[in-house]
């Protein structure tokens, strides 16, 4: 079956500006997590959803948000872009979110950030 | 909160010798451990987990990892390296307890570098 999609793979936008990423979670999974990834932070939590809640937030600023839809598909935001927002972007699907979940996270491809 | 120290930036190993990734973890509870793949320009691919069982867990590719306990530790091995094998390396760590959810922390990554 079809992995985790993110899209696009790559932007470059300038700072002030705003961008929208997508990801697509594998099917049948109703968790979808998101991290950001820099050569200096390494990863780093930003959140999770789960059946169109947000259900963890890690430490970042207001400007990142996101959303799930009903289909498990999320968004996330990131508004007023400062040059370091320039990052890989990865979304993450699971099959469930806590409780007997022992299961792995399956990550897509990333979509890479370039700010000017 | 929890914590993965990957303390190695860089591991050179020629091909066809043995291959160690070295991760310890600081958590409250029982740990569940991870490690995963990254290749240029690619998401992250798992290689393994430890939920409970055998201390000794063997997952994709010919890779395994040992936890330890006592030493907090989670280290990845692979008997015999190949040059393809060369990529980044994370070791991350969740806490089975519902408000972390399927949050994982990673480590900073190790950089494999297999040669001929």
């Known amino acids: 079956k079809a992995g985790v999609t993110q899209t696009p793979r790559y932007l470059i936008k300038t700072r002030g500006q705003q961008v929208t990423l997508s990801c697509s979670p594998i099917?049948?999974?109703?968790?979808v997590s998101w991290y950001q990834q820099t050569p200096g932070q390494g990863l780093q939590f930003l959140f999770e959803?789960?059946?169109?809640?947000?259900?963890n937030k890690g430490n970042f600023p207001g400007r990142f948000s996101g959303r799930q839809f009903s289909n498990s598909r999320s968004e996330m935001n990131v508004s007023t872009l400062e040059l370091g927002d320039s990052a890989l972007y990865l979304c993450?699907?699971?099959?469930?979110?806590?409780?007997?979940?022992?299961?792995?996270?399956?990550f897509g491809e990333g979509s890479r950030l370039t700010v000017l | 909160a929890q914590s993965v120290a990957q303390p190695e930036d860089q591991v050179n190993v020629a091909e066809g010798n043995p291959l160690t990734v070295k991760c310890t973890y600081s958590?409250?509870?029982?740990?569940?451990l991870f490690w995963y793949v990254q290749y240029p320009n690619r998401g992250l691919q798992f290689l393994l987990k430890?939920?409970?069982?055998?201390?000794l867990v063997k997952g994709s590719y010919g890779f395994e990892a040992e936890f330890n306990k006592s030493q907090t530790s989670f280290h990845l091995k692979k008997p015999s390296a190949l040059v393809s094998d060369s990529a980044l390396y994370f070791c991350?760590?969740?806490?089975?307890?519902?408000?972390?959810?399927?949050?994982?922390?990673f480590g900073g990554g190790t950089r494999v570098l297999v040669k001929p």
């Open positions: 993450a699907s699971s099959l469930a979110v806590s409780g007997a979940n022992t299961g792995e996270l399956f």
């Open positions: 099917s049948g999974h109703r968790s």
């Open positions: 959803y789960f059946s169109e809640t947000q259900r």
């Open positions: 958590v409250s509870g029982n740990p569940y």
């Open positions: 430890y939920i409970t069982g055998d201390n």
């Open positions: 991350a760590v969740r806490v089975l307890i519902k408000a972390a959810g399927n949050k994982l922390t």
